[in-house]
């Protein structure tokens, strides 16, 4: 069964700083997909950045960055230059290709940036 | 504009009754998911359908029941037999092509039980 792990409940940056969130997952599949989603304080689920397994390169979204290394099954988000607007829950989710499609997210990361 | 929309935003049921929580979407979207998200446990999908018509239990099921007679549509009714249903309920749709398809979430049901 596929998992996915954060083992980080809460965190906190100063503005302007870089943080890194951390995501571990399980899959026994050989192609997959890897997100992470922001829920502000509006609770509104979107999406972050997504990286493709087979996919060597790590994905950017302007400060949004992640630290994909499959053999260790890590996918951590890199955020720069944090703003008082990166304030939220982040989750980190894999989709599987086994059968009908389905998505699996971890626990959550709250993050707080402080001015 | 195209999105999600699910009602009520606040819900509220007496023990023994049960009550449908709406979603609906005009994204084209063949896929909808619902989620329950409770403090410190993410999201867990309750069920999830690909097309009209088929529908599929997720990790959480019992005590739940959806339909998905139209393409827009895929109501969550819970039920008496749901025991703990106080939480936050959250519908997504996506393409079903593939899995690097991001979902589009709905904002949110809050249940409470009283």
């Known amino acids: 069964a596929q998992t996915v792990t954060q083992s980080q409940p809460e965190m906190s940056v100063q503005e302007a700083e870089t943080v890194t969130l951390s995501c571990t997952y399980d899959?026994?599949?050989?192609?997959?997909?890897l997100f992470w989603y922001k829920q502000p304080p509006s609770r509104q689920m979107i999406l972050v950045i997504r990286?493709?397994?087979?996919?060597?390169q790590n994905a950017t979204e302007n400060r949004f960055s992640v630290n994909f290394q499959k053999a260790a099954k890590s996918f951590s988000l890199k955020i720069s230059d944090s703003q008082l607007g990166d304030t939220a829950m982040y989750f980190c989710?894999?989709?599987?290709?086994?059968?009908?499609?389905?998505?699996?997210f971890g626990t959550g990361t709250r993050l707080k940036v402080l001015a | 504009d195209g999105g999600i929309t699910q009602s009520p935003k606040y819900l509220f049921r007496k023990e023994g009754q049960n009550v449908t929580l709406s979603c609906e979407q005009n994204?084209?979207?063949?896929?909808m998911y619902w989620y329950r998200q409770d403090p410190g446990q993410g999201l867990r999908l309750i069920y999830y359908?690909?097309?009209?018509?088929?529908?599929q239990k997720g990790d959480i099921a019992e005590g739940y029941s959806v339909s998905r007679e139209k393409k827009e549509s895929f109501p969550l009714t819970v039920t008496s037999a749901q025991k703990n249903p106080t939480a936050f309920y959250l519908c997504?749709?996506?393409?079903?092509?593939?899995?690097?398809?991001?979902?589009?979430f709905g904002p949110g049901t809050r249940l409470t039980v009283l």
């Open positions: 989710a894999s989709g599987t290709t086994s059968g009908t499609y389905k998505y699996i």
């Open positions: 899959t026994s599949e050989s192609n997959y997909y």
């Open positions: 990286q493709e397994a087979y996919k060597q």
């Open positions: 994204l084209n979207h063949d896929a």
């Open positions: 359908s690909q097309i009209v018509n088929d529908f």
């Open positions: 997504a749709s996506s393409y079903r092509d593939s899995p690097n398809n991001e979902q589009f």
